[in-house]
């Protein structure tokens, strides 16, 4: 008696330990995140397969799904995958589909149509599937258009299309399926916040830090910002190039007289690099006369160097003066040494002397 009662506790022993082991998931877990701008949006998932099944109006029914007897018996969305929640994390305030949602963690129910989908962002996003859901805890409802693809993909998953600086398409795929929703940021203002909390810290002190911090407010037309981070920039020794950015902010606040004054300073007491990239700042503004004046002033305090003739040759070519273009790519193209930037020039006079 006492060897079979051993043999029991052992074979339970061995049952216990037996349901902690790790085996493959029928719809194993996936998580994909994208970056847009500094904001991050991950969502999590598991991916069950079609695997034969009739999906659309079968397995996950069309409107909201019967009450069923696990959980509290409610009509119920469709969880959006499989098992746990289905859950985004957005890092900073969102808008989908327009409207704002919070930055947290949600969970993710859907209810499909034929002709439309409601996309639902829940506040509990730590249940077990649908079973729960509590339509008094959703955080925001949209709705979309569902697009029918050629192709069917047996696995449902979730990823991005179209993202740039501000926004980015999230989707869920499965079968023939595609449900897309956008996701916006407003990023300049997400980015500028987070400089503000930045420039309380070491990057204070940093010249290169609060002239970064100035030309991106600058680019955002956050000028008050910009001329007071590029003034902090000078007094922790930013040098002549926060006072050639401090022209161009006064330039844009409308100052142009005070704007004029710092240039000449400037320009007067900048090496080579200051005055090309100057230049260049003022090409890319669409300033195409100053920043000739610019690459001009750098030719003439830097004549035996091949990249102020470069340089001033983009300019001349930028405002239409083709024969001043070639004249000064050739002078850059006999001063250069290196063999690749040989070549680049005598493309760019080829194809400025075939163009003629």
Known sequence: MKKLLCFV???????????????????????????????KVTISYSSPAVNGREIWGNLVPYGMEKSNPFGHGKPMPWRAGAN??????????????????????????????????????????????????????DALRVTVKPQMMADSQDRL????????????????????????????????????NYIRQRLKNREAWDHGSLSQAAQFALRNNSLDE??????????????????????????????????????????????????????????????????????RANAKKFPDSWNVYDSLGDGLEAIGDKKGAIESFTKAQKLVKDDANKKRIGDTLKRLQDSK
Not at 10 to 35: F, I
Not at 159 to 177: H, P, S
């Open 9 to 39: 506790i052992l074979a339970c022993g061995m049952m216990a330990t037996a349901q902690d082991l790790r085996l493959p998931d029928a719809s194993p877990e996936a998580m994909v995140m994208q970056e847009v701008g500094i904001s």
């Open 84 to 137: 746990e929640n289905t859950t985004i994390t957005l890092t900073h305030d969102a808008k989908i589909e327009g409207q704002i949602l919070k930055a947290g963690t949600y969970s993710i129910h859907m209810i499909p149509e034929t002709d439309q989908w409601v996309i639902i962002f829940n506040n509990n996003y730590t249940s077990w599937g649908s079973f729960f859901y509590e339509e008094s805890e």
């Open 157 to 192: 998953s979730y990823g991005f299309d179209n993202t740039d600086r501000n926004k980015t398409i999230a989707y869920l795929r499965w079968e023939k399926v595609k449900v897309p929703f956008t996701i916006s940021f407003d990023t300049p203002q997400i980015v500028l």
């Open 226 to 295: 910009a001329l007071s981070w590029t003034d902090r920039a000078i007094n922790s020794g930013g040098g002549t190039s926060a006072f050639f950015l401090k022209s161009i902010i006064l330039d844009k606040q409308g100052k142009k007289t005070e704007a004029d004054a710092i240039k000449k300073r400037a320009i007067d007491n900048a090496t080579e690099a200051d005055l090309n990239t100057f230049g260049y700042q003022l090409l890319g503004q669409g300033k195409t006369a100053e920043a000739v004046e610019v690459f």
